[in-house]
């Protein structure tokens, strides 16, 4: 299912959309920004 995938990346979410290289500032969603540490 869907969420047993998700389950399954989320140890490597950061590093799979680091990977694209978008920009910080595109990725302006408030999920985005309160979970990178500071």
């Known amino acids: 299912t ?3 995938l998700c389950a399954q990346i989320r ?3 950061v590093a799979l ?3 694209f290289g978008i920009p ?3 990725l302006a ?3 985005a920004c309160s979970a ?3």
């Open 2 to 4: 869907v969420d047993r």
């Open 11 to 13: 140890p490597d979410a």
């Open 17 to 19: 959309v680091d990977a």
């Open 24 to 26: 910080d500032q595109l």
């Open 29 to 31: 969603a408030p999920i």
């Open 36 to 38: 990178r540490p500071k």
